[in-house]
T-cell receptor
Framework: QKEVEQNSGPLSVPEGAIASLNCTYS??????FFWYRQYSGKSPELIMS????GDKEDGRFTAQLNKASQYVSLLIRDSQPSDSATYLC?????????????FGKGTHLIIQP | KAGVTQTPRYLIKTRGQQVTLSCSPI?????VSWYQQTPGQGLQFLFE???????NKGNFPGRFSGRQFSNSRSEMNVSTLELGDSALYLC???????????FGPGTRLTVT
């Protein structure tokens, strides 16, 4: 059973600080990793994808991948109240695999003004 | 570019009925995946279609089925509805299965 684990939170971070979200995955065959942001009552929105070990930066967001440790993280710099949402981590195999993308249950992030 | 569209957005059905949900992917995307999201189970993969063929299937009963048309639009059907089928059904499209997928707004299904 492929699993993606996330701390459900809530994770409370003061405005302007760095929010750090973490995720571990069980399937060593996973090659693609994604972070989605989901506001309450809305659908998930893709914010970052990462395929290689190391860091990938996009604006205030940095995704980090360590395949040896089966660990993915997302850093949000200069956190804003609008970043308050649930963040979903997802992992996938080349060719899709039998389970498509496997999602974690998400971390609820609260940015305190 | 227009995003993924899903219809209807809200649906109320009675136990035992069947329902068909529709998804139009982003132009040029040939992969369409369907997910069920519930508060308790989170996002669970139902199936993926690519070029009219079901390429992957999650662990759901046969009551859940789907298809994809030549224009990449996809439909999902749930027969003999159960109370536990109440959920947000999300469609996502992408160029290919494991890569970036973009979600539609979802269809909120309530079974009474």
């Amino acid at each position: 059973q492929k699993e993606v684990e996330q701390n459900s939170g809530p994770l409370s971070v003061p405005e302007g600080a760095i929010a750090s979200l973490n995720c571990t995955y069980s399937d060593r065959g996973s090659q693609s990793f994604f972070w989605y942001r989901q506001y309450s009552g809305k659908s998930p929105e893709l914010i970052m994808s990462i395929y290689s070990n190391g860091d990938k930066e996009d604006g205030r967001f940095t995704a980090q991948l360590n395949k040896a440790s089966q660990y993915v993280s997302l850093l949000i710099r200069d956190s804003q109240p609008s970043d308050s949402a649930t963040y979903l981590c997802a992992a996938g195999r080349p060719g899709g695999g039998a389970d498509g993308l496997t999602f974690g249950k998400g971390t609820h992030l609260i940015i305190q003004p | 570019k227009a995003g993924v569209t899903q219809t209807p957005r809200y649906l109320i059905k009675t136990r035992g009925q069947q329902v068909t949900l529709s998804c139009s992917p982003i132009s040029g995307h040939r992969s369409v995946s369907w997910y069920q999201q519930t508060p308790g189970q989170g996002l669970q993969f139902l199936f993926e279609y690519f070029s009219e063929t079901q390429r992957n299937k999650g662990n759901f009963p046969g009551r859940f089925s789907g298809r994809q048309f030549s224009n990449s639009r996809s439909e999902m059907n749930v027969s003999t509805l159960e109370l536990g089928d109440s959920a947000l059904y999300l469609c996502a499209s992408g160029l290919s299965g494991p890569y970036e997928q973009y979600f539609g707004p979802g269809t909120r299904l309530t079974v009474t």
